[in-house]
């Protein structure tokens, strides 16, 4: 079964310290700069000081913690949609992964394992101890690790259109057919992007979609402007850099499998074929859930679908 499902499984993948109180983001510095996209009324920019690292958030909304992680491609701008109904019924928190946009750009820690860690010392910083948590893309592999390493605190847990390092059959053959992969862990590829980030994303997206133009004129606008800041290609290559260190981390993970509910998301064209087989890998208790008409960028292809889909399975008993 993986074997026929391996060019799907390729594409899919392609993709503490108390935090300071709302602040605004940096006031561009000149007419040229483009500014950074505002989210609904009822939320705010936060920083955060973590074990050394900046991270940037947003948060707004009403009961309990609900985070939300973006993936490669995106930034914490990718859930904007969902926002306004989400904030409803939880206080939600969707960080940038450090690396990217206006959080921190460190020297080391890029490991999805390290990077669950500076996510759960926000949490934490914001006095929450237990939270519904979700993760796209790359940020389906911090998910993945939050939840192995502070499961206990982890109620329900939705991991999106990705796959996990290290996790086999498919991991191994995937690492190895995936152009993508080897470029963006090269050292030098930052600075070869670095200046072209636009003509770079914008060939990218299409590669791992299935909708034409699935986002929106602000949407684009706003991702290019998160990449294009100094250094954040660079440290979101980073991401797929440590690839071999989450795989040394995710098969002492799953050697536990996980116990609280998880939803497998993915798209009709991508990732909803394996990725709750492959979930199970990791966690007994899974369900699925397949977005109709979606490739990988499932929140921006079918958005009504991944509001209500995500809505039921957090919400319901």
């Not at 669950?116 to 929450?128: E, F, Q, T």
């Not at 064209?269 to 007994?284: I, Q, T």
């Amino acid at each position: 079964m993986y074997s026929k499902l391996l060019p799907i499984c390729i594409l899919a993948l392609a993709s503490c310290s108390n935090p300071s109180p709302s602040v605004p983001l940096p006031t561009p510095p000149n007419k040229d700069t483009v500014a950074a996209a505002q989210p609904p009324d009822n939320f705010r920019h936060q920083v955060a000081i973590v074990n050394g690292v900046k991270v940037h958030y947003v948060i707004g909304g009403t009961g309990e913690p609900l985070v939300l992680i973006h993936g490669f491609g995106q930034n914490w701008y990718m859930w904007n949609r969902l926002l306004p109904e989400f904030s409803k019924h939880f206080l939600v928190i969707a960080p940038d992964l450090p690396g990217l946009g206006e959080s921190g750009r460190p020297d080391s820690g890029y490991d999805k394992k390290t990077m669950a860690a500076d996510i759960h010392a926000v949490v934490k910083s914001l006095g929450y101890t237990s939270i519904y948590l979700a993760g796209h893309d790359v940020g389906l592999m911090v998910a993945y690790a939050y939840a192995a390493q502070y499961g206990a605190e982890v109620k329900k847990l939705a991991l999106m259109d990705a796959l996990l390092p290290g996790v086999e059959p498919v991991w191994s053959q995937t690492k190895a057919s995936a152009w993508w992969f080897g470029f963006f862990s090269w050292p030098a590829s930052g600075e070869i992007v670095a200046g072209k980030e636009g003509v770079f994303l914008q060939h990218f997206w299409p590669l791992v979609g299935h909708v034409k133009d699935a986002f929106t004129p602000e949407e684009t606008k706003e991702f290019i402007r998160a990449y294009s800041q100094p250094g954040a290609v660079k440290g979101s290559f980073r991401w797929f850099g440590a690839f071999d260190q989450d795989a040394v981390d995710n098969k002492l993970f799953m050697k536990h499998k996980l116990q609280m509910p998880l939803l497998a998301m993915g798209g009709q064209y991508f990732g909803a074929s394996f990725l709750a087989a492959h979930c199970r890998l990791v966690a007994d208790h899974v369900s699925e859930s397949d977005i109709q008409g979606a490739g990988h960028w499932i929140v921006q292809e079918n958005t009504p679908q991944v509001q209500q889909d995500l809505l039921t399975f957090f919400m319901g008993k």
